[in-house]
């Protein structure tokens, strides 16, 4: 994939949602796995 780029980091298993914010910041939601149990967190500008 050309023109990307790392935003941040994560260990999520499913990306739920992305919105990019108008100063130029981002939030996205994601799923993963824990001890069997699916959670879901939200993630902006790189804080969980």
């Given at each position: 994939m050309e023109n990307t780029r790392v935003?941040?980091?994560t260990d999520a298993e499913l990306l739920l949602e992305f919105e990019q914010l108008k100063d130029?910041?981002?939030v996205f939601s994601y799923s993963k796995k824990?001890?069997?149990i699916s959670q879901e967190y939200?993630?902006?500008n790189g804080t969980v």
């Open positions: 935003i941040c980091k130029n910041g981002f824990e001890n069997g939200i993630n902006c």
